[in-house]
């Protein structure tokens, strides 16, 4: 296969990482040598409508989920967007049809719906039409690789595009951008391979610093603040409310191992407690001491009965020294949140009851800090937690989509079934579901303002070099191709929610806005509330971004390290507005020992450990 030969060249860019290379090299050149048939997870959608699709012989009952990797009418589409989306969780070494994540179908609906308004819009790519693939990561790194091979595959057999493959010719291509995915450790790993192919991608969910670094990922882009700048908020809180004593639970990957690492920076701790590498830090005039109480890794692959949240419970609860916090950063995804939380109840007795007495608070992450699937089920031990959010408000239009879903308008999508209890065998649309429709009172996934983000600025782009192309959409087709990236730096455009959205030069948005909240247990109901207590924004001034791009042009020429965008940084929080876990307005006291009654002063046993007094 002479293209392998091409191949090995692309190999050789990526042994940076080479556990990538390997997997990218094999797969690619298995790919273009072999035509494979497409994974069970994608869904392939264009302007279509239900009563255009041709039904099996056995009618409705026939449905089967292989059916749904070509349902769909592309005919007139003359840009397609892809999408990665989280719709099951990879167990078992495998990818499972059941247990469908509710999130990551709002997630895909939140595109879908964001595909259908600008294919409506007069002022907006008028004359073109937006089609999209989309396909499932099932959240885990290698099987999200082979899913973005199928995006840069032109001899697929899928028929949705056996009617308009021939449009992607002559420098056209067939996927111009990709929208997703989710999670940071995914997006790292997809953006390398996309970017050999000049396909820029614009994330919705992946919060790692790392993805910051245009020097080492210039094809990718996000539409939500990067965890740097929620680190700076929590350490802002920490010092605001000085805090002394912090336990970190974090999940083992770059999401959480950045996220931590950028916390502990703000704050000045540079070691554990008992590592003798603990370093002072200063704030203001005066010397604070902060340490590390515990940190616990958690793998990404954790269950609800890992040993590790027994570990981390006993060290907050029991141990002599670490059970002295009373304030515990977690910055882990969803699922493992709910396990951290749920354990004392599934462990019982002693645990228990002392978890009831212990009043921690709890600092929360984009992932789980308001997440109803996770606190809901926790209230008493979750109740009082502060979270830094990205600003998310409801948006009307979708909850009128979503609520307005069912097995009959929307058969093209394969994964809503489950959302319909349609049951979870292969038959879609099964007679038992197609009469029920969805809760109203749904809470909308905080990630789903960012999918509208990111697919109106890949259009608003798009539309960049329409109007270059004097609204010639053969043009249109070719010069996506090459000029997107550049178009995307280039454009702004007003949300949904009447705001400014930019791209700084590195691919962040420019302007970046965190709502801190606190969880609140009702008194009449039990259930959780989420009001604002504080806000944190970091803003890159337009005046600042010319300077930013001649820096990374700099920095792309000589080598120099990674300089992050010098942003302008407001923080605001009233305590007078926390309720805590313990019911108060009153601040709580994190500390490695209390302080010194009046004629006494602190003295430290080790220079180099401030937690070790004498």
Known sequence: CMRIVVMCGVSKLLRRVSWLADVVFTLFALRMCMPIA???AVAMFG???AQQHQLPAGGLSAWNESDFSSVCDTEHVD????????????TNGSCPTEGTLEFGIQLVEAMRHAIGQINHDQGLLNGVTLGYEIRDTCRQSDYAIRETLNFLDRDTDDKCLNDTRADYEDGARRIVGVVGPYASTISLSTTELLGLFRIPMISYGSTSPQLSDSRLYP???????????????????IRSLQWKFIGFVFSDDSYGRDSVAVIKRAIGIRGDCDDGQQQQGRESDNATERCTAFQWKVSDTAGPEDSVFASIWDDLLFSEKKSKTTVVVVITHAAEARYLFEYPERAGGRIREAAARKNATFIGSDTWGDAARVVEGNPDLVKGAVSPLPTAPKYAPFREHWVNLNPINNSDNPWLRYLFDCGTGPIFPDSQCLNKSLDSEFS??????????????????????????ERDVACLRRKSATELPRALVSMNFTTIYNERFRFAPNGDPAISQHDIKNARLADTDGRISFPIVGKFSALLPSSSADKQLAKLAKLRNTGGSFIEPERELNFSLDSKLVVWNDGSHAVPISRCSPNCPVGFRRMLKDSATPCRFA
């Not at 840009?79 to 990879?90: E, N, Q, S, T």
């Not at 990630?447 to 608003?460: D, I, Q, T």
């Open 47 to 49: 302007p279509c409508r």
């Open 444 to 469: 909308m996934d905080v990630f789903v303002p960012y999918v509208y983000h990111a697919v109106y600025a890949f259009a608003n782009a798009l539309d960049l070099l329409y109007r270059e192309c």
């Open 79 to 90: 840009i397609m967007l892809g999408g990665l989306f989280p719709l099951h969780r990879f």
């Open 38 to 40: 497409g994974g069970r």
């Open 219 to 237: 094809y990718f882009h996000r539409t939500i603040p990067s965890d740097s700048l929620a680190g700076e908020a929590i350490g802002n809180m």
